[in-house]
DNA sequence: CTATGAAGCGAAAACGATTTCGACACGAGA
DNA sequence: TCTCGTGTCGAAATCGTTTTCGCTTCATAG
């Protein structure tokens, strides 16, 4: 003797309207073969009924989801919390929702059960991942690259997946080539660590250097790792520390500039009076700090999108979609932190 | 002649292990009447296998998901960048996920359709919503709470469903009374928008100032907003160019207050030496800058996890479970900005 | 020896949608 | 008139699980 559950389903509207439940179905979505008029009919009725498919329902027979997982982990708990990445998943969940899909987190293990990454997205029947911010060396990301399940990387290639990655050759291109373009010669590069990222990035910087006949100083490259203030300082006291110290230090992100800076202070040093800095990413807070921080900013928002208008077209043309690099570029903000020399 | 699809079913289990599909059922789900030999060599081929569920079937039979969504909105562009609200995502995410829920992102539109929040987590069939950083006015977000799905606030008490809040005004008060015992007695507040935490946070420095005694003056108390470095410079300048200017000033978030020091910065005062500042949040960030931002820190990872919590005991016990407000509170993070007088 | 009950298992009906295939009616061409 | 195509629609199978209820056994109490 159950009355309605409360949701009402494709069997109330035919019921209400007549027909069948197949010719519901074929109404709601659009069918040729439903008469106008009584498509018309349907749809109202479900309107006015308030109608909300169920999507378990359609997933079981269609075994698509409309969902897609994302990847984001947070090596050393600067993970969401890092604008970079919030900014990139939270245009990556809008362009998806304007797509049709929603968006679930993946880890790796639910309620207590170690499961792997791809194990999780079967769970879930996404149709496809967006990946960033990982280990790509971990084998469950390998996993899942492999299995055939459609895949986007943010900031690494793989070969079999297609990948859309903010220009770091370029961004390092024009960022030294602004520094020395401002007179300095004494350009050190603090780096993260040697992920593809960082390859194009020193790339960049050695051709810019090339470029204006200038030749690369070994001591001036100091591997640091994104993201971590305080191996930003200790690099930072050690390029000071050098007989002959850079003029400008280029910093692998602004949250590690934060940790140089004050390291340069410590040691009574001024920026950029003593010695400029340069930064990467281009989060809001660089433009609030003093000294206004000179930065290459990555167009998190862009990249954010294009991930995901990416990843959508790759489900929906899974065959014919073939798998591509796609570069985003961003653009120097010009703050106060590079002294002209 | 299609083969498998490559995804093992219960069925399959079952015909390898010579049981019925209900046996393989009950066994995977530890039923009380399945022979512990017969339970323990299908949850070892289930293994073998590499068996995974399919939440779709079993969403469509249990009508519940084991998902729950989140409406995290960012009104002004500062949402999931902003680390307090990332902070706590990440951190509810983590606890979600530990108690067999995975997270998806609630939005007001699916496929360009419009829905409302309500349709689309019927739609979603999330088996309970946290909402935060959310205009708690919009009718959209009435309906949801109303609804009778489970749900959890974050900063804003509606009396139908549980809350769990930062505790502002212990916050408040304490920051407050940190600053009387420092010597200040010109103390201004700039405060975000007129809700609940606006308001506790008022409650709580208003205490603190009759505590010690101190008559409260109108004229400090300006509104700003959250999150907003610019509506900060303007309440600050107001407020410097006061007859009687404070000797400190109260941000109503981190960000704001970088807002305000570059506006203190623009008119020739240095902090703490002509005024002395304070923020609210206690973000990574605020430790970086210089000077060493005063600041209370608003525990995030906690209350995330809280509410995560919360939201899985409202869920599962949802007929026992009666409203509750949490608070979760944070401490002083005592930096450099505030002078001594 | 029979009645009883528990223990172990399976048949089958759902859950709500999609989709194939056939049924039926009707107008047109032969 | 008969056939045939076309336009509409419905029956039914199916997706993978959960869960109820009944059917066997078999041991034990009577």
Redesign the interface.
């Known amino acids: 003797m159950e009355k309605r ?1 409360g ?1 009402v389903t494709i069997k109330d509207i035919s019921r209400k309207c007549g027909v069948s439940v197949s010719t519901v179905s074929k109404a709601l979505n659009h069918y040729g073969d439903i008469a106008p008029e009584t498509a018309e009919l349907i749809r109202q009725t479900a309107r006015e009924m ?1 109608y ?6 359609r ?2 027979k269609t ?1 698509t ?3 897609i997982g994302v990847l984001f982990v ?1 090596e050393m708990n600067s ?3 890092h ?1 970079y990445f ?2 990139i ?2 245009a990556a ?2 362009e998806a ?11 790796k ?4 059960k170690p ?1 792997t990454y791809l ?1 999780h997205c ?4 996404v149709d496809g991942v967006l990946i960033a911010n990982v280990d790509f060396s971990d084998p469950g990301i390998i996993e899942l690259v492999t299995s055939g399940l459609p895949v986007i990387t943010i900031d690494y290639a793989f070969d079999s997946t297609s990948c859309v990655m903010s220009d770091n050759m370029e961004g390092a291109y024009a960022l030294t080539s602004y520094l020395i373009g401002r007179g300095h010669r004494k350009i050190a590069f603090i780096h993260g660590e040697r992920t593809s990222v960082t390859n194009k990035r020193l790339v960049g910087f050695n051709r810019a250097l090339k470029d204006h006949g200038i030749v690369p100083d070994d001591r001036y490259i100091v591997q640091g790792r994104f993201h971590d ?1 305080q191996k930003s300082r200790e690099a930072t006291r050690y390029l000071m520390e050098l007989p002959d110290p850079p003029t400008v230090i280029m910093y692998p992100d602004d ?1 590690s500039y ?2 140089g ?2 390291e340069l ?1 410590k040691m009574g040093l001024s920026v950029p009076g003593d010695v400029s800095t340069a930064g990467y990413d281009g989060i ?2 660089s433009q ?3 000294p206004r921080l000179t930065t290459y900013h990555q167009d998190a928002a862009q990249i954010g999108r294009v991930s995901a208008a990416k990843l959508v077209e790759t489900i929906e043309n899974k065959k014919t979609c073939i798998p591509e690099e796609i570069s985003v570029s961003g653009h120097i903000l010009e703050g106060t932190s590079v002294a002209e020399i």
Chains 1, 2 share one sequence.
């Open positions: 559950k949701t308030h909300v498919p169920n999507t378990a329902a997933q079981l075994n989801s409309h969902n947070d993970g969401l919390a604008e919030s900014g998943l939270d969940r809008a929702e304007r797509l049709g899909y929603d968006i679930t987190f993946i880890g293990n639910i309620g207590g499961m194990e079967q769970y879930r029947k203030p949250f934060i940790g800076m004050t202070e809001p807070i609030f700090i003093r």
